[in-house]
């Protein structure tokens, strides 16, 4: 079956600017995950969503970060007044949630580059 | 909180032969998951193996195996027969309680040398 896809797969955007990146889980995973990536480290966690509770907004490292989910289905990680400091790789990952353990499965990212 | 480090940032190997990643964890849960993940050029995470920390038995997936010491918190990952393929970044990880939100470590960049 289809894997997480998210999109687009590279942007370039200039300081100010807002930009909108876009992940679609697998079909059926009620939960859904947001990491950043910056060069030569490791993923930090942003932002989850559970099915239709409120999501845990706990990693987001500014107000300038913001991401929505409709149900269980696509998500869009928006950032505003883009900084340099924002360029990474932003990754997006779905699981189901119904196992003792909750494996993970990650789209391919979206390499951000804020010039 | 919980934190996960690889001290190794760096590895070759030939091929063939057999590679060891470590990895050290801290955290005061009790029953927990660990986790190798891949991360080739293609940016495109994969789940290489998971350690559950309940049992004594280490996990194994083909070439892959792990030495998990749960006392000492350490989980490392052995590569057998590497490949080629095998030439990516190397993720640690571990879910925390709850949100089961992964905290990685910094990766150890693995290459697979002809």
């Known amino acids: 079956g289809a894997g997480v896809s998210q999109s687009p797969s590279n942007k370039v955007t200039e300081k100010g600017k807002d930009v909108e990146l876009r992940c679609d889980p697998i079909s059926g995973h009620t939960a859904l995950y947001w990491y950043r990536q910056r060069l030569g480290q490791g993923l930090e966690f942003l932002i989850y969503?559970?099915?239709?509770?409120?999501?845990?907004k706990s990693g987001l490292p500014s107000d300038r970060f913001s991401a929505e989910r409709t149900g269980e289905s696509v998500s869009t990680l928006t950032i505003q007044r883009t900084q340099q400091e924002d360029s990474a790789v932003y990754l997006c990952?779905?699981?189901?949630?119904?196992?003792?353990?909750?494996?993970?499965?990650f789209g391919p990212g979206t390499r951000l580059t804020v010039l | 909180a919980q934190t996960v480090t690889q001290s190794q940032p760096e590895m070759s190997v030939q091929e063939a032969e057999t590679v060891t990643l470590s990895c050290t964890y801290d955290t005061s849960e009790n029953n927990y998951y660990l986790f190798w993940y891949k991360q080739p050029p293609s940016r495109q995470m994969i789940l290489v193996i998971r350690?559950?920390?309940?049992?004594?038995q280490n996990a194994t997936e083909n070439r892959f195996s792990v030495n998990f010491q749960k006392a000492a918190k350490s989980f490392s990952l052995k590569i057998s027969d590497s490949q080629l393929g095998d030439t990516a970044m190397y993720f640690c990880a571990f879910p925390n309680f709850g949100n089961e939100k992964l905290t990685f470590g910094t990766g150890t960049r693995l290459t697979i040398i002809p």
């Open positions: 350690q559950e920390a309940y049992k004594q």
């Open positions: 969503f559970q099915g239709n509770s409120a999501p845990d």
């Open positions: 990952a779905s699981s189901r949630r119904d196992r003792a353990y909750n494996e993970q499965f």
